[in-house]
């Protein structure tokens, strides 16, 4: 029996979304890695700190996985906030990427996210 590409695309296509962000809710939605091979559990993240624990607890693993997630939680941060001016918007990221930075201090993915992510607000 042949089998077409497209049926072959199908049964190797991954069905898991290790990382993704929700638009009509501001939320990241990480594949918790921990269940992993048994069961396929989502967790739900609106804060920074939040996903800092998620960090910490290993729910995301792997270096560029780790700096993604630590992007979104930066965006997080001001996603769900009240900041009106650019300044109240860069005091919210400094915080965020100190819970962030301190979830895993020898991820080095991790902190490259966090300061791209803080030094590209209010650049054109």
Do not use: C
């Not at 695309?9 to 921990?34: A, E």
């Amino acid at each position: 029996m042949r089998i077409n590409i497209e049926e072959l695309k199908n049964k190797i296509k991954p069905r898991l979304r290790p990382i993704t962000w929700r638009d009509y809710d501001n939320t990241l939605v990480l594949l918790d890695q921990r269940k992993l091979p048994f069961e396929e559990v989502y967790v739900e993240l609106r804060d920074p700190a939040s996903t800092a624990n998620a960090i910490r607890q290993m729910v995301v693993r792997g270096a560029p996985a780790i700096g993604i997630t630590a992007a979104y939680g930066m965006v997080l941060a001001v996603a769900h906030g009240n900041e009106s001016t650019l300044d109240e918007a860069l005091r919210e990221l400094a915080r965020a990427r100190e819970i962030l930075n301190a979830a895993r201090p020898t991820a080095h993915n991790l902190f490259w996210a966090t300061e791209r992510m803080y030094n590209r607000l209010g650049m054109p």
